[in-house]
């Protein structure tokens, strides 16, 4: 097989790794009783939680670069993928929008955005990318989707609306930034607020209210709203960048070592920038999508010398069996939690007696939460180990 269409075992271990990452963050026995580090950041800061969702989106954009190769040389085999790769959008743009009507089916209050909506529109977007641009023009357009960004929120001053309005009137603003830079109603003359990065009244929020339909996570803004998918393309880009590399560079030593400098580099890249623009996964600031990115390439580094080169894969096994139907995997975790969580007046929910029962055997809390969330995983693992000992793979 040529290097383009090689198959990195490794990078299927990381996608199965990121998507049990996903499911132990959202499936914890107790939201009451849970690990720090298992909890996004309330806001400016990071955990390990947050570097979950955009690592996957970065092994998208790595995929990307790995599958697509070969066809972004060839006219004909490009414009035929055009076709499958818009159908393959509105597949999993659709099960996003599914699993948030799941199991109620409240169309009034759907949410129309999500993660595997982000996941659809940012594997499009980068898709098309890839067929139509060198690497080159690839880095150029992802640096200036960040320094955009980054421009946004930092200078363009918000324009008023209700919520706005009601910010100012409470003083929320004026604590967060300071009388003198913000804009009072009273002399609000050209009708706009201070750019800012606080919850609800930045840029990103405000555009989410007018272009966003149906309800919103956080009632007037959402973490994958409009504005913030931006930057998360870039996020799939980075991964672009890195699949071109590992597909250049021949030599896998030489190939890891620079993806290990690339990953430290654009690590501390991504720091100094928070200096300026802070981490922050619900904004996903261009700061966090160099950091997040930079551990990404990290991790990809260190899995490709251990599993691809040095062949410890017995390790990995479980990854690669998630990683080979992770769009199942994720989207049982979603449904199955009607039977898991659910509870009545006459029946307690699973996890209710699951944390009760291990309370009182003398357990933490915190422990108790995580086990359950590990339990759950390993119900997961039979039905995407099933597809995996019969080869069947689902790829929407």
């Given at each position: 097989m040529?290097?383009?269409?090689?198959?990195?075992l490794?990078?299927?271990?990381?996608?199965?790794?990121?998507?049990i990452?996903?499911?132990?963050?959202?499936s914890?026995?107790?939201?009451?009783?849970?690990y720090?580090?298992?909890?996004?950041?309330?806001?400016?800061?990071?955990?390990?939680t947050?570097?979950v969702?955009?690592?996957f989106?970065?092994f998208?954009?790595v995929s990307?670069?790995?599958?697509?190769?070969g066809?972004?040389?060839?006219?004909?085999?490009?414009?035929?993928?055009y076709?499958k790769?818009?159908?393959?959008?509105?597949?999993?743009?659709?099960l996003g929008v599914?699993?948030?009507?799941?199991?109620?089916?409240?169309?009034?209050?759907?949410r129309?955005?999500?993660?595997?909506?982000?996941?659809?529109?940012v594997?499009?977007?980068c898709?098309?990318?890839?067929?139509?641009?060198?690497?080159?023009?690839?880095?150029?357009?992802?640096?200036?989707?960040?320094?955009a960004?980054?421009?946004?929120?930092?200078?363009?001053p918000?324009?008023?609306?209700?919520?706005n309005?009601?910010?100012?009137?409470s003083?929320?603003?004026?604590?967060a930034?300071?009388a003198s830079?913000?804009?009072?109603?009273?002399?609000?003359?050209e009708g706009?607020?201070?750019?800012?990065?606080e919850?609800?009244?930045?840029l990103q929020a405000?555009?989410?209210r007018?272009?966003?339909?149906?309800?919103?996570w956080?009632?007037?803004?959402?973490?994958?709203?409009?504005?913030?998918?931006l930057?998360?393309?870039?996020?799939?880009?980075?991964?672009?960048?890195?699949?071109?590399?590992?597909?250049?560079?021949?030599?896998?030593y030489?190939?890891?070592?620079?993806?290990?400098f690339?990953g430290?580099v654009?690590v501390?890249a991504?720091?100094?920038w928070?200096?300026?623009?802070?981490?922050?996964?619900n904004?996903?600031?261009?700061?966090?999508?160099?950091?997040?990115?930079?551990?990404?390439?990290?991790?990809?580094?260190?899995?490709?010398?251990?599993?691809?080169?040095q062949?410890?894969?017995?390790?990995?096994?479980?990854?690669?069996?998630?990683?080979?139907?992770?769009?199942?995997?994720?989207?049982?975790?979603?449904?199955?939690?009607?039977?898991?969580?659910?509870?009545?007046?006459?029946?307690?929910?699973?996890s209710?007696?699951?944390?009760?029962?291990?309370?009182?055997?003398g357990?933490?809390?915190?422990?108790a939460?995580?086990?359950?969330a590990?339990?759950?995983?390993?119900?997961?693992?039979?039905?995407?180990?099933?597809?995996w000992?019969?080869?069947?793979?689902?790829?929407?």
């Open positions: 040529s290097r383009s269409r090689e198959r990195l490794s990078l299927d271990a990381l996608r199965g790794f990121t998507i990452g996903m499911i132990v963050v959202n914890p026995g107790s939201w009451g009783h849970v720090a580090p298992l909890l996004h950041a309330p806001w400016h800061g990071v955990t390990v947050d570097m969702f955009p690592f989106l970065f998208v954009g990307i670069a790995l599958a697509y190769a066809k972004s040389q060839r006219k004909a085999e490009r414009r035929s993928a076709g790769i818009l159908w393959r959008v509105v597949k999993i743009f659709a599914f699993l948030n009507l799941w199991p109620q089916f409240n169309f009034e209050e759907v129309v955005v999500g993660v595997l909506q982000r996941i659809a529109i594997f499009g977007v898709a098309i990318l890839f067929l139509n641009t060198s690497w080159r023009q690839q880095f150029c357009l992802g640096a200036g989707v960040l320094l960004y980054w421009g946004l929120l930092q200078w363009v918000v324009p008023l609306d209700e919520v309005r009601g910010a100012l009137e003083g929320i603003v004026e604590r930034l300071g830079q913000a804009v009072s109603v009273e002399a609000a003359s706009a607020l201070a750019p800012n990065l919850p609800g009244t930045n405000w555009l989410d007018k272009l966003v339909p149906g309800s919103m956080e009632r007037t803004w959402d973490p994958e709203g409009v504005l913030s998918t930057p998360a393309v870039g996020t799939g880009i980075f991964g672009m960048l890195v699949g071109a590399m590992i597909l250049g560079i021949g030599d896998p030489r190939r890891v070592s620079w993806l290990f690339v430290v654009t501390l991504g720091e100094v928070s200096w300026v623009f802070p981490l922050n996964k904004l996903w600031s261009s700061s966090f999508v160099l950091f997040s990115g930079g551990w990404s390439t990290l991790c990809l580094a260190a899995c490709l010398l251990l599993v691809d080169i062949r410890h894969r017995g390790w990995a096994q479980v990854g690669v069996i998630f990683g080979s139907n992770p769009v199942v995997a994720y989207a049982l975790s979603g449904m199955l939690t009607l039977f898991f969580y659910a509870s009545t007046s006459y029946w307690p929910s699973l209710k007696r699951f944390m009760d029962g291990a309370i009182g055997l357990m933490s809390g915190e422990l939460s995580l086990l359950y590990l339990l759950y995983v390993g119900v997961l693992f039979l039905p995407v180990y099933w597809l000992k019969r080869r069947i793979f689902v790829k929407l």
